[in-house]
């Protein structure tokens, strides 16, 4: 694993089988150009996003010059506002052609709604993931790191977690491997 741990293996981790499958079944692969934005800041996402292989930015202010942070495969884009339902702050643009696995919103509530032990799991990802981002931001602030320099060290996540990271990225392939277009 590189020095920026892949945020969506916290969700992953925790899914089942299963779970991944319905993933498959629902989500769409979809292929951004260099400079195509898949995420603009203050409108409404329709789809919690993983990234497959590319690379995207995030800017921000408002004339979207200011990068926040750079997004690689193996990463989440959009599940703040998939949490909280408030409209991005943030606009999400691809650096080089990226693949990303859009996972459709509605369907993703829906399934949330009706399958208990998928909501517990995903749910506990998403946890993990933002407890690692909240981490990763603490520490660049407290140490003046940019973006570049990594998030976290893996001495600083839960041995269980980091063991579950190995299966995680198993997953991951499989992901990659059977998304659909």
Known sequence: ??????????????????????????????????????????????????VLK???????????????????????????????????LATVKAIEETQVLAIPRRQLITKIQQDTGFAS???YGISLCLSDRMRGTVRRLEYGRTIDEGDTEEEDVNPSVLDNLALAQAKFNWLMQNARG
């Open 1 to 50: 694993m590189t020095d920026r741990r892949k945020k969506a293996l916290f969700i992953l981790g925790e899914l089942n089988n299963d779970d991944l499958d319905w993933i498959i079944q629902k989500a769409k692969k979809e292929i951004l150009q260099p400079g195509a934005t898949l995420i603009y800041e203050g409108r409404q996402i329709d789809a919690l996003y993983i």
């Open 54 to 88: 590319g690379i995207l930015t995030v800017l921000i202010d408002p004339e979207g010059n200011k990068e926040l942070a750079r997004i690689s495969g193996g990463e989440l884009v959009g599940e703040i506002s998939f949490i909280d339902t408030r409209p991005p």
């Open 121 to 123: 799991r995903f749910y």
